[in-house]
C-alpha cells in the first residue's frame, strides 16, 4: 500500500495537477481570509465552511485519473499482478488523493495562529471545520475515485463526478422545490452540505462523522468491487 | 512448477479459452505460439492473476493462483503485450516502486542496479520513460519483470519493438535466465522460438493444438518428403507430364520463380523416392533440370499450416495424431496405392 501511495503522491506533483489543485485552495482560502480580516470577523472556521464551494470543483481534478488512467495505459496489469490486495491498491491510491486535498488547508492553520495571536478564538471549533471538511473530502473522493474506475477516459471520469457533486452537495435546495414531502426530506438528508453545515457550529455531531465515514467506506467497497468485475468480464 | 489442468475462460458467449491443460516443470523454457486473438494472451493473464478463469485450475509452485494469489503472483515476473510503465516516471523510480510494490527483501539500490545492467537500460535510469523509444520501454518493462529474481518469468513477446541487434540480445539474456528460470515465451517470431525454447505449445482458437519440441513437430508434419524441382519448360506440359510420374501422387505448379523457368512441389506417394524418375522424365522431355530440392519445411511452415488449419480436428490430423481418426485415413491411402 506505502509504494501504491508514494507513487501516486508524487504523480500529483508530476503532472500540474497537484499545483492546479493546491493554488485553488491557496488562492480562495486567502482570499476569504483577506475578507473577514476586513470585515472584522476573524472565525477561520468560517472560511473552511466557504471551502465547500471550491471542494465541489477541486476533487474531480484529484480523482479523475486515479483509476481510469491505470486501465488506459494498461497499467493496472503491473498492480494486480503484484503479491498485494485489491483493498491496498485502493486505499493507497485513495489516501494519496486525500493527503493532497487535506495539504490544500495548510494555509488555514496558519490563519488561525496569526487569529490567535491576536485574538482570543474557539480553537476547537476550527478543528471541527477542518474535520468537517477532511471527511467531506474523503467522501467526494471515494465517490470520484469509483466513478474513475467505471471508465478508461479521465475527462468522463471528472465530468461525471462534478456533476455529481453539484448533485449531492446542494440536493437540499432541489428538495424544496419538490411537494412530496418524503421524497423532499430523503433529498435533504442526502444532501451533503447539511451534515457538512453542522461541522460549523462548536457542537460535535457523531452522527455526521459516521455519515461521511460511512459514504467513503461504501465507495471504497464499491472501487475494490469494481477492479475485481473486469478481472471477471 | 506451472500446472494448468481444464482451464476455459469466457468473455460473454465467446469461449476464448477451452479446456486447457499443460504443465511446465522447473527450468523448462516454453514457447506459446498461436496467431492473434488465439487466447495467448489470455492464458497468461489467467497464470498471472490479472484475469480470474471460468473454469479450472492453475496453480504455480503448489499455490493455487485463486486461492492464493499473493502467494503465487510472488513467484511470477510477467511482462505482458505492452508494458506496464508509468509514463511519468524515471527509469529508476519505476523500477523502484516495482520493487516496493513486490515487496522484494533483496537490498534495494543494488538490485535494480542490477537488473538494469543486466536489460543494458543502466544509462538511461534517470530518463523520464515518456521519454524512451519503444525499443527502451520494452527493456524497462522487462527488467520490471525480472526485480525480485521470480522463479516464474511470463514474457508476453518481449521482443517486439526492438532493433535485430536487441533482439538478439535479449534472446541471449532468455537463453541465460533460462538456466535457473522457469520462462514462458509468446512470440510471433517464430525463429525466436526455434532458437531458446525446448518446448512448444501451439495454441489456436483457444485450444491447445500440440504440445512438442520445435524439431518432433516438423518432422511430423515434413514426413510427406516432397520435393521442389525448377524445371526450364512451359508450365502445362511439364504439371501433365510429371502428374504421369510413377510414384508421384500429386503435382502442384509454384510458379515462376526465375525467367524461363516454373516450380514444381512434387509430393511422392508413401515411402516413394521420385527423384531419379522424375529427372528421367524431364530429360525424355528434352527439358533442363536446374534443381531439385526437399521441401524442408520450417517452424513457420508447421505454425502456419496449424493455424489455417480450420479445426481442432484437422489440425491433429495435420499432425498426424492417431485420436482422430487417423487409422481410416491411413487405410484409405493403402487402398488407393
Known sequence: MTAIFKREFKAFFSTPVGYIVLAAFYLFSGYFFTFIYQMGSPEVHNIIMTMSIIIVFVTPLLTMRLMSDDRRMKTDQALLTAPVSLYSIVLGKFLAALSVFALGFVPTLIFEMIVLSMVEVNFLSYLYALLGAILLGAALIAIGMFISSLTESSVVAAILTFVINILIIYASNLGSMIQVPWIATAIEKIAFINAFNNFGSTAFSIPDVFYFVSITAAFLFLSVRSLEKRRWA | ?337
Do not use: W
Open chain 2, 1 to 337: 512448477m506451472i500446472e494448468v489442468s481444464g482451464l476455459s475462460k469466457r468473455y460473454g458467449t465467446h469461449l476464448a479459452v477451452k479446456d486447457v491443460s499443460f504443465s511446465i516443470s522447473k527450468g523448462e523454457v516454453i514457447g506459446f505460439l498461436g496467431p492473434n486473438g488465439a487466447g495467448k494472451s489470455t492464458i497468461m493473464n489467467i497464470l498471472t492473476g490479472y484475469l480470474s478463469l471460468t473454469q479450472g485450475k492453475v496453480s504455480i509452485d503448489g499455490f493455487d493462483v485463486m486461492e492464493y494469489p499473493e502467494e503465487a503472483k510472488k513467484r511470477i515476473g510477467y511482462l505482458p503485450e505492452i508494458p506496464p510503465l508509468y509514463m511519468d516516471m524515471k527509469v529508476k523510480e519505476y523500477l523502484a516502486f516495482i520493487f516496493d510494490l513486490k515487496k522484494v527483501k533483496f537490498p534495494k539500490s543494488a538490485h535494480i542496479n542490477e537488473v538494469m545492467k543486466l536489460v543494458k537500460i543502466d544509462h538511461v535510469a534517470n530518463r523520464l520513460i515518456k521519454n524512451l523509444s519503444k525499443g527502451y520501454r520494452q527493456r524497462v518493462g522487462f527488467a520490471g519483470a525480472l526485480i525480485g529474481n521470480p522463479d516464474v518469468l511470463i514474457l508476453d513477446e518481449p521482443t517486439v519493438g526492438l532493433d535485430p541487434k536487441q533482439i538478439i540480445e535479449i534472446r541471449n539474456l532468455i537463453s541465460r535466465l533460462g538456466k535457473n528460470h522457469t520462462i514462458i515465451l509468446s512470440s510471433h517470431i517464430l525463429s525466436e522460438i526455434q532458437a531458446v525454447c525446448k518446448r512448444v505449445i501451439i495454441i489456436n482458437q483457444g485450444q491447445i493444438i500440440a504440445d512438442d519440441t520445435p524439431e518432433s513437430l516438423s518432422e511430423r508434419l515434413s514426413n510427406d518428403k516432397s520435393i521442389v524441382a525448377r524445371i526450364m519448360c512451359s508450365e502445362k506440359d511439364m504439371l501433365e507430364a510429371l502428374s504421369t510420374v510413377k510414384g508421384v501422387k500429386s503435382v502442384t505448379s509454384l510458379g515462376c520463380k526465375e525467367p524461363n523457368s516454373y516450380d514444381f512441389l512434387i509430393e511422392p506417394k508413401k515411402n516413394c523416392d521420385v527423384r531419379r524418375d522424375v529427372f528421367e522424365r524431364v530429360s525424355s522431355r528434352g527439358k533442363t533440370l536446374l534443381s531439385l530440392s526437399s521441401n524442408q519445411i520450417s517452424l513457420e511452415q508447421v505454425f502456419l499450416r496449424l493455424t489455417e488449419a480450420g479445426s481442432y480436428e484437422e489440425a491433429r490430423k495435420l499432425l498426424g495424431f492417431n485420436d482422430v481418426k487417423t487409422e481410416e485415413n491411413e487405410e484409405k491411402e493403402e487402398a488407393a496405392n
